[in-house]
């Protein structure tokens, strides 16, 4: 017989139809919808990952994976707050490796990149808890010493930074003791701005350290103000020379 559009049972049957029709579709949809999660779930994750390593890269030097500058005189500032409130000291020191020049000049920098490493992980395992070391740049580490009290001589701290390093490494065969020279700055009491206060602690460790290699190398000294004055009219004197 025939139906009508308009009949209750032709309208029941296509109704059914288009249900089935869309529950066949709905399992398609959700395995859909499923991969694109998983896809933007996973992209998230990649660009987090690429963020981290854009940020490590900025604050870490990429040879050693030690602080580089900018996160070592961060944390040296940090430290100098701290300082200000609990009334310990800071150290600082600067560590310059002796003869590395000729290491580079006659092996080449793939032979000084593995030196630099070698001294990197030294130090890391010979520090002791609470101190950082970091890489400046070149075959120039530095090292921040927190808490000190006013019963530590900083002259035995300086000895025992020296003694950290004792590196010997292969190179093409021949073995290469690492030595360097050492610079310890101590921080004062004062009431500097912290950012002015990293930059003296620095510049006055580097002053100590190149006064160790003047003292013939493989020596460690703590700096004293007569050193910056030396310093002073050591350029000084260049300068006139110069005109």
């Known amino acids: 017989a025939f139906l009508s559009p308009f009949d209750p049972v032709c309208w029941n049957r296509d109704r ?3 249900l089935f029709g869309f529950l066949e579709v ?3 949809t959700g395995i859909a919808v499923g991969m694109v999660i998983v896809l933007l779930e996973e ?15 900025a604050y870490h030097d990429p040879l050693t994976g030690l602080p580089n500058r900018a996160l070592f005189a961060d944390r040296v500032g940090h430290a100098l707050r701290r300082s200000g409130v609990s009334g310990a000291r800071v150290g600082l020191a600067m560590v310059d490796l002796d003869g590395f020049k000729a290491i580079n000049d006659s092996h080449g920098h793939h032979a000084g990149d593995r030196v630099l490493r070698s001294v990197a992980d030294q130090l890391t395992s ?5 101190e950082t070391v970091a890489r400046l740049g070149g075959d120039e580490f530095a090292i921040l010493v927190e808490d000190i009290d006013d019963t530590v001589d900083p002259a035995s701290i300086a000895e025992r930074l020296l003694e950290c390093i004792h590196v ?3 190179v093409e065969g021949m073995q290469y003791e690492v030595r360097a020279s050492v610079g310890l700055a101590i921080s004062t009491r004062s009431t500097s701005h912290p950012a002015d206060a990293v930059q003296r602690l620095l510049r006055d460790a580097d002053i100590a ?5 003047r003292a013939g190398r ?3 000294r703590v700096f004293r103000p007569e050193m910056y004055a030396d310093a002073q009219d050591t350029f000084e004197l260049q300068s006139q020379l110069r005109g």
């Open 26 to 28: 709905l399992p398609q």
């Open 126 to 130: 010979a520090l002791e808890p609470g």
């Open 209 to 213: 350290m190149y006064s160790a290699k």
């Open 43 to 57: 992209e998230r994750a990649s660009a987090i990952h690429r963020a981290h390593q854009v940020q490590h890269l």
């Open 218 to 220: 493989g020596a460690a």
């Open 168 to 170: 010997v490494v292969d």
């Open 16 to 18: 059914s139809e288009r």
